[in-house]
């Protein structure tokens, strides 16, 4: 039961946090990312698990850069983290069923990602997770990006064109 007192998830040194997202799945399993850009940056994740928050938020990502980070969580307890930002593209961290967080992430595309990751799950948990992206800064093709989440590896795929999602006329500003 995620209703009680408010817990504080903030971490020494943190004067602010934005870009918050979070989620939860039917299980009670949730999370909730948030960016840190007066600190060391990056992105922290906390994770609520069997009635409780847990010890102290993850410190995922220490991209300085991180951008629209989006959290999601499987029917199996699976979180993921997707980070993008504007010079090395689009990383994505996920969890075990546990919450044990990988080291490092995996590039899942070189693109410059415009506006938040909007992620599915079906009841066995495998993801399919989809983004608006760019080649590059200026006069680019724009297109929406998908990847999928393979429950037997655990792992989301490069990220490959949606069909149909390449623009034809390509757009001069980036939104």
């Known amino acids: 039961n995620a209703i009680g007192a408010a817990k504080t998830l903030a971490i020494a040194g943190q004067t602010e946090c934005s870009q918050m997202s979070s989620a939860g799945n039917a299980n009670g399993v949730s999370a909730v990312v948030w960016e840190e850009p007066d600190s060391q940056g990056g992105l922290d994740v906390a994770q609520y698990r069997g ?5 102290m938020p993850a410190r995922v990502s220490t991209d300085y850069f991180a951008e629209r980070p989006q959290v999601a969580v499987s029917p199996t307890g699976v ?28 590039v899942i595309s070189p693109f410059i990602a415009f506006g938040r990751t909007s992620v599915a799950f079906d009841s066995m948990g495998k993801g399919l997770a989809v983004w608006r992206a760019k080649d590059g ?3 680019k ?8 989440l393979a429950t037997a590896t655990g792992k989301w795929t490069t990220a490959v064109d949606l069909p149909g999602s ?3 006329n390509p757009s001069s500003e980036a939104q």
Request: proline share 4%; no cysteine.
């Open 141 to 148: 093709p724009e297109r929406i990006l998908a990847s999928r």
């Open 79 to 106: 979180v993921t983290m997707f980070d993008h930002n504007d010079f090395d593209g689009s990383k994505v961290w996920t969890t075990d069923a546990d919450g044990k967080w990988p080291v490092e992430g995996d």
């Open 166 to 168: 390449l623009t034809t």
């Open 51 to 55: 009635d409780a928050w847990g010890g």
């Open 137 to 139: 800064v200026g006069v």
